[in-house]
């Protein structure tokens, strides 16, 4: 069951990428250009989810246990150390030059577009480069 939920909730997150246009690393671009054609959609987007998220967390985390699972898993930590500044800004670094985070590029695959075979493929990679080092 958990399956199914996770694969409905990826669908619905992969239509509202593609119906809001942050598929395209174009606005992910117009966005960080501040300096030239500034593009203020993602800021629409994210302020979106980010309203969406505080009032649906309210919500369900005022019951005692998730609908689909035993408990809820939620982050423990607090700590703001250097592997995770360093993740953020790579991160941040990834997102600026190619114009595509993790949901967006592994949504865009659909579209077969090969400059977008080669992000994911660099982006697992860095994956597996990272976890390999942090063992």
Known sequence: MFNIIATIAGVLFGFGLALSGMLSPGKVIGFLDVAGN??????????????????????LLKRPVPVFDSKFHLPTSNDIDK???????????????G????????????????????????????ILIAKRLTR
């Open 38 to 59: 500034w593009d203020p959609s993602l800021a629409f987007v994210m302020g979106g989810a980010v309203a969406i998220t505080v009032v649906s967390f309210r919500l």
């Open 83 to 97: 592997r995770l500044i360093i993740g953020a800004g790579l991160f941040g670094l990834g997102w600026g030059i």
């Open 99 to 126: 114009g595509l985070c993790p949901g967006p590029a592994l949504s865009s695959l659909a579209y077969a577009d090969p400059r977008i075979v080669v992000f994911v493929a660099a982006m697992v990679t860095g």
